[in-house]
Each structure stands twice: as C-alpha cells, then as structure tokens.
C-alpha cells in the first residue's frame, strides 16, 4: 500500500519552461513534506519542505505548493535548466507524531536544451 | 561531499553469499537509516537506529540485519543473497534538531548479485 505516489515516472520539459511535478498522499497523518532531488551515482539531495500548516513555499526558482484537502502537493520549477534533469523524490511525514519519511517512487525529470 | 559515508561504492557477489555494508554518519547525527532502491524503484525503508538503538523498521528481509555501534557508524548486513537483492543500499542520517531538512544521504552502495 502506497502512502505516497508519484504517479509520472518520467517528464521532459524544454528548457526555460514550467516544470510541474506531481506527488499525491493517503495518510491524512501527515503533516510535513519534503522533495529530494537525486542525479545519477549520487544520494538524494534535500531540494524543499512544506508544512501543513502552509498552502505554499517558495525557494528560488522552487516552489512547492500543498492542497490538504485534495491530499496533493506539487513542485514548480520556473524557469526549467538542463541541470535540473535528475530524480525527483516527494517525502512525507507525519512529524506531530515522530514518524519518518515516506518517500514516493520517484519522477524522472528531463529537461530538454 | 554530503557528510555521510558509505562503503563500498560497488559490491559484486555470487547467490548465496554474505556482504556486509557500512556507514558513518554525518558528524552529530545520531539515527542512521538504511534505504533499498531497487531498479526504477523508489526508496524502501529498511530499518532506523538511534544512538545505538533500533528505532524502526520497515521492510527489512530476515535475511537482513543491522546494527549501529557506539562510535554510531552502522552495518547492513546482507546474507543468503538472491539476484533479487541487487540494488542500491542508501544510509542517511539525521539529527534530532534537523528534522526539518529532513535526512542526508550517502551516496549508496551499488549490491549486484550474480
């Protein structure tokens, strides 16, 4: 049973334009995200977080936004770079009560020069 | 250079076989955590330890067990390898004040069983 997904394995953006990816959540525990970004041969890297109680969170060209209701959050990257081709993971947590994080499968995002 | 380690990078062993795979830490961090990307797959949670302790654990064969020592570096080990059990092994480690960052990973071990 996945608590978390990522229902695209793969999307590819041209350079300079929007990129949108997608996490969805079941467990309406949890109350802190995160989305790590992996290259190849590397770990995960820690990219943004979000706390329930905000709808959205911006860092640079990365904003993460968060519908509870809808138990969804996305990651905008404006404007999209080639070196921001990597994995992109959602992780989730349900931190009120200590527990650690969910990650979802993985988005493998290309960005197209 | 995220802080923690992870040895070997690669590993290559035949069905039936025991590796052993280690980590350190990043300095300060107490819980380690040890994750399993199978090909394409996302991350499965495996097993966390705190200050030398198993904290919690997720989908962790029989086959497969851990421990963090005093010096707080950790073991994964691996026995009666099946091919199945080729993947990428990740430790990440945390500290009780970073929650918020989340975790920091190493760059993996890369299991292939043959």
């Known amino acids: 049973d996945q608590q978390v997904k990522q229902n695209s394995p793969s999307l590819s953006v041209q350079e300079g334009r929007i990129s949108i990816l997608n996490c969805d959540y079941t467990n309406s525990m949890f109350d802190y995200f995160l989305w790590y970004k992996k290259y190849p041969a590397e770990g995960p890297t820690f990219l943004i977080s979000i706390s329930s109680i905000k709808d959205k969170n911006e860092d640079g060209r990365f904003t993460v936004f968060l519908n509870k209701s809808a138990k969804h959050l996305s990651l905008h990257i404006v404007p999209s770079q080639p070196g921001d081709s990597a994995v992109y993971f959602c992780a989730a947590s349900a931190e009120t009560y200590g527990q650690n994080f969910v990650f979802g499968p993985g988005t493998r995002l290309s960005v197209l020069p | 250079d995220s802080g923690v380690t992870q040895t070997p990078k690669h590993l290559i062993t035949a069905t039936g076989q025991r590796v052993t795979l280690r980590c350190s830490p990043r300095s300060g961090d107490l819980s380690v955590y040890w994750y399993q990307q199978s090909l394409d797959q996302g991350l499965q949670f495996l097993i966390q330890y705190y200050n030398g302790e198993e904290r919690a654990k997720g989908n962790i064969l029989e086959r497969f067990s851990a421990q963090q020592f005093p010096d707080l570096h950790s073991e994964l080990n691996l026995s009666s390898l099946e091919l199945g059990d080729s993947a990428l092994y990740f430790c990440?480690?945390?500290?009780?004040?970073?929650?918020?960052?989340?975790?920091?990973f190493g760059s993996g071990t890369r299991l292939t069983v043959v």
């Open positions: 990440a480690s945390s500290d009780p004040t970073g929650f918020r960052r989340g975790y920091t």
